[in-house]
């Protein structure tokens, strides 16, 4: 059964540093790219960033970049997002999940792999002002 289990979250004050983990089980984790997407109150969820583990390649949204680096230990099945600078509007529920990179006309972006496992129940970051 495909698993990718996220924690790390928690409360912290704007500025201030997290670092989320996700554990993945289940499936050949060199085979796939793990990214992070979150989902703010009444918002839709979005990509965060996302990391090949076969080619270490990593992408961000605009949003996070420069501030989140994202990470990935394949002897450990373990996908990381260092989060720093944290501001108020990245208050969210993160979570990790299988993504799909995607290349062309010069530009590349990621969508979730929605039909490989559950997006699970997230970990939590609250970003006080």
């Known amino acids: 059964e495909v698993q990718l289990q996220a924690s790390g979250g928690g409360l912290v004050q704007a500025g201030g540093s997290l670092r989320l983990s996700c554990v993945a089980s289940?499936?050949?984790?060199?085979?796939?790219?793990i990214g992070w997407f979150r989902q703010a109150p009444g918002k839709e969820r979005e990509g965060v960033s996302c990391i090949s583990n076969n080619d270490g390649s990593t992408y961000y949204s605009d949003s996070v970049k420069g501030r989140f680096t994202i990470s990935s230990d394949n002897a450990k099945n373990t996908v990381y997002l260092q989060m720093n600078s944290l501001k108020p509007e990245d208050t969210a529920v993160y979570y990790c999940?299988?993504?799909?990179?995607?290349?062309?006309?010069?530009?590349?972006?990621?969508?979730?792999?929605?039909?490989?496992?559950?997006w699970g129940q997230g970990t939590l970051v609250t970003v006080s002002s």
């Open positions: 999940k299988a993504c799909r990179i995607i290349i062309a006309g010069g530009s590349s972006w990621f969508n979730p792999l929605s039909d490989f496992g559950s």
């Open positions: 289940g499936f050949t984790f060199d085979d796939y790219a």
